[in-house]
Nanobody, 126 residues
Framework: VQLQASGGGSVQAGGSLRLSCAASGRTFSTYEMGWFRQAPGKEREFVASISRTGGATYYADSVKGRFTISRDNAKNTVYLQMTSVEPEDTAVYYC????????????????????WGQGTLVTVSS
């Protein structure tokens, strides 16, 4: 599968942004999807994941209550709605896909994902 992330940009603290990740290749519903981010000088970290059917989601504590992951299998797209953003959310955001996991699997580790998009930069100013 090929993943193309978009929607990044500059936003002020407290604002909102929606990231999208379009997939092409195998049937989208065979992939569990995740969002990760990497700030300068830091390791890539988990943000959110969503199961193949969208029936289960999981969030990092740092974004819980502020970010929402969703997917539209008819459009082969996964989204990350970011609200109440903070300067600490500044990073390159990557979408990732894990192939043929269990229907309600929501993985959190970088090593559990098989495919990665190119990343989109989000910059939050105070």
């Amino acid at each position: 599968v090929q993943l193309q992330a978009s929607g990044g940009g500059s936003v002020q603290a407290g604002g909102s942004l929606r990231l999208s990740c379009a997939a092409s290749g195998r049937t989208f519903s065979t992939y569990e999807m995740g969002w990760f981010r990497q700030a300068p000088g830091k390791e890539r970290e988990f943000v959110a994941s969503i199961s193949r059917t969208g029936g289960a989601t999981y969030y990092a504590d740092s974004v819980k209550g502020r970010f929402t992951i969703s997917r539209d299998n008819a459009k082969n797209t996964v989204y990350l709605q970011m609200t109440s953003v903070e300067p600490e959310d500044t990073a390159v955001y990557y979408c990732a896909a894990a192939y043929l996991r269990a229907y309600y699997s929501v993985s959190r580790k970088v090593t559990e994902y098989d495919y990665w998009g190119q990343g989109t930069l989000v910059t939050v100013s105070s």
